[in-house]
């Protein structure tokens, strides 16, 4: 069976999102409701990818070049 892309995010990822839930809620929530829907990183909203860098930014002081990075492979 084919994995979410919220069941294939790295640690890091699923770091950022518990980081940042209290203080952007919003985006955080939007964000997890998307990778729970979505099963492949060509899928991958464009919004969605911006906010996934920003929160994972917040959280790590590093910026990820590419969602494939963010995921385990499949």
Not at 18 to 39: C, R, W
Not at 62 to 74: A, D, H, L, V, Y
Request: proline share 4%; glycine share 4%.
């Amino acid at each position: 069976m084919l994995k979410t892309l919220l069941e294939r995010a790295k640690p890091e990822l699923i770091a950022a999102l518990n980081a940042q839930m209290d203080e952007y809620p919003g985006i955080t929530n939007s964000v997890v409701n998307h990778l729970d829907s979505t099963y492949t990183v060509t899928h991958l909203q464009w919004g969605m990818w911006v906010d996934i860098k920003s929160l994972w930014m917040l959280t790590t002081g590093t910026i990820q070049e590419s969602p494939w990075e963010c995921f385990e492979e499949m």
